[in-house]
Structures are given as C-alpha cells and as structure tokens.
C-alpha cells in the first residue's frame, strides 16, 4: 500500500486550529490508518491460523529489520552537502535516543540498493506549494521465493535545502526537524496540526527538537499491540 505526505511549512498552516491529545494525528497523509489496518491484519491471520502472515504484518509496524538507507546530495550546493548528512544521522539518533530501536539503518553506497532513498534538493514543491519535504512509502507483505511471507517497506524522501524565499540556506535545525518528521512517516505516525512537536509543522523560527509526549506514546502504543501478537504468532507457531 503506497501513500505520500508532506511537511508544511508553520507560517503556510498559520490558520489552522491546534488541537491537544494523542488523537491529533489526523493528517491528510493518513499513515497512522494504514498501521491500524496492518495491526487488524495480522490479527485476523493470528486468529485464522495464517501464522506466517500474521508475524509478517507486526514486523511491518515493528521495523526492527535494518532498512537500507542512501543520501543523494548530488543536488546540494557543496557547503550544504555535509550538513544535509548531518541533519539525517542527528535526526536517526532523535528517534533512537526518545525510542531505542526505533529504526535500525544500514548506509548504501547507491540508490539501486536502498530500502529508503533521502533525496536533499533546493527546492521541495508538492501539489503546488512549497513544503520543506516529502515521504513517498509504500508497505507491503510479499512472498519470497520459498514462499515465507514478510513485510517490505520502501520510501523514498524529499528534503528541501533553501527556505521558502530561496535568498538562504535552511540550517542544520530545520532539515534535522524536517527528516525527523519524514522519519516518522516512515515508522508509522500521521501528520500532527500541532506546531512544537516532531509531526507537527516546520517553524522556521524555532523547529523542533524533540518528540511530544503525543508523538512517542502513539509510536509506543502501537509497537505494544504488534509485539503482542508477534508473540502470540510465534508461541502458536512453536505449539504446531
């Protein structure tokens, strides 16, 4: 199942009202429906005795599997190119120091080998506007050749390297917030309309820095219910 979503920027959502729970995450990206979907799935196939596919499916929201990731800064002007690398491992190590395992990453040497593509460009355009970036992902439970299921989850990402005005540079604070956000597409959270956390919109004043209370008890709460059933899935299977 593909999906995209978009990073906004503060100043362009200035009128759209804030809201205040965990529920908040209600964004137009939807990522969060796809996460329960896949959670009922393997439900469903714990509860039919399609073991197999059921262990599949919490994998796809667990993510404990290394994703394969490559940074393409070839459009990147040669005094942002480290930065720009910066701000995506600041951002890896965000998640993995609010959520240990959060993401487990291994480094490629070419796009043609990655799970995860992070595309750094001056400008980031979708549907129009300007955004300071963008996740395209896709999850997906496929057959290998023996016939063993298991998830496949693919992304590639946009993350824009000048500001809205295009007359600076976005600084290492702005793209660590917005590859963090982009992050967290990736591992299961919806847009938030609630500026200061990690989902919410870009401040270009002040971004953030950190997960919300909102933002880390969602990720947690889902990851409890797939383990759950990862467990169950595995003890039935052992019990055959």
């Known amino acids: 199942m593909a999906f995209g979503s978009k990073l906004g920027f503060l100043s362009l ?49 667990i993510m404990d599997h290394p994703e394969r990731i490559y940074i393409d800064t070839t459009r990147t002007c040669k005094k942002q190119k480290s930065v720009a690398e910066q701000a995506w491992r600041e951002a890896v190590q965000l998640w993995q120091d609010s959520l240990p395992s959060a993401i487990n990453v291994v480094y490629v040497d070419s796009a043609e080998k990655a ?27 496929v057959a290998d050749t023996s016939g063993h299921m298991q998830s496949s989850v693919t992304a590639t990402i946009q993350v824009r390297t000048s500001d809205p005005s ?15 956000h982009e992050i967290g597409h990736l591992l299961g959270l919806s847009d938030s309309y609630r500026s200061g956390g990690i989902m919410g919109p870009l401040d270009l004043q002040a971004p953030a820095t950190k997960l919300s209370g909102e933002e880390l008890s969602a990720m947690r709460n889902m990851r409890d219910e797939a383990r759950k059933l990862r467990l169950m899935a595995s003890l039935a299977s052992i019990r055959r």
């Open 115 to 141: 799970d995860v593509v992070i595309n750094f460009n001056p400008d980031v355009i979708s549907e129009g506007m300007n955004v300071a970036g963008n996740i395209q992902w896709r999850r997906a439970i």
């Open 13 to 61: 959502l200035a009128g759209i009202a804030a809201f205040g729970s965990a529920s908040d995450f209600s964004g137009s990206s939807r990522v969060m429906d796809v996460m329960r979907a896949h959670l009922d799935r393997a439900q469903a196939c714990f509860e039919s005795g399609n073991l197999d596919a059921a262990l599949a499916y919490t994998d796809s929201v």
């Open 166 to 180: 295009g007359r600076k540079e976005m600084s290492l604070e702005l793209m660590r917030h917005t590859c963090a």
